[in-house]
């Protein structure tokens, strides 16, 4: 193949996180201007002090330009990350439910709009918290009964993001257990009913 | 693991040598045996890369017990503790244990062929965890700390076979990658 080995696994963060950045989000515009017409749709009016949706990578660059102040989404705030590490910790099964592109937003917001935010040094911890818990249960994911037999790995609920790091070890992994397995009945009597066929042809 | 015709690894794991010994005589074939010798005599051991043995022993003219790194003292040594054993001692520094312990399981009939498999298979998923574990720490690491080589890990870091080396290589790359992009400051150096 043609792409370097290191993007052949799957789409790298950066990738993801510019994904991530056709999400929609509201803003609260500094300036005014007519509604624009872009590539993926038409944004605008923008009169302060109304709210505005638009593509999470041009509020990004408003906010640089300090054009703009963006209202974060309604997950992104202490009580509710609290609640979510809260259900982490206390269900030891699978993982939490979380928006597809958690991560990635909340980190971009984190990085650009920090100021738009409310306590957002908390919010950076908690997200590492929740990070590691989840990170231990995929550590411990890797003694379960699935993987033993060698046929699973739990990764329900996982994000996009969070595979991208597993997936390259995983899939070597799995590969490999795959061709230690010992071979079952069930494949010869396959091949049995191969020949049959075969033989009906001839006939 | 793949049996890819392309592979080098695959290539390369073939090269391992096997011990066996001749059921009749090989006129002409000595110089194998390494000695001064013309003929091979029947019941005569001789050492040879595995892709030759393999074929002869299909064909019946060789037959072979089961080389030690796949013993019964391996096996027990793996049930003990799987992630103490050595692989990388058992078939030399840049063996592949999994894939010739595979390739040799191929030759096998069917009862030894479901052990030696399920030895193979449980002796990985036991050494998985250790290495997902030095993999992901790895990556993590402050590389300029010096290291201690007497850690469980690198010990176990130092047992590895070749799929397992490039199994951490694999996870330390991504989860170095993870890192970065964690770390980095996603356009904040824009800002004017």
Redesign the interface.
Known sequence: MALPK?LQ?GL???EL?FLAEEDTIDIVPLFSMTRIRLLSGIYGPFQPPSAARVPLWLA?SLK?KRKCRIVPPEWLNVDHIQALLKDEKENLEGFGMLPRRFIETS??LL??AADDLIQPSTLRSLLKDLREVR?AKV?LG??SEG??R?SYLQVTNLTPLEL??????LV??M???Q?????TGEDEEEEEEDDRFDAGYEG | MDDDYFSLNAILADNHKLSCTFTLDVPGLGYLEGGTENDIHQHSKIEMPFWLAQTLSLNEFTTFPLPPPYSNRVKSALNASAQSVKLSNLVGGNGWWYRWGRRIADVLDDEPQQELLNMLLRAFTNRLPALQDLSAHHASADHTLPETSTSTGEVFRDGMEGDERELFAIGQDSGRKAKAWYDSSNGRKYVR
């Open positions: 290191s696994n790298t963060p950066d996180t990004l640089r980190k971009v990085d650009v990170q550590r890797l003694q993987v033993m060698g991208s790091e597993l997936k390259p070890f070597k992994a590969g490999m257990m061709s230690l397995e010992p071979k």
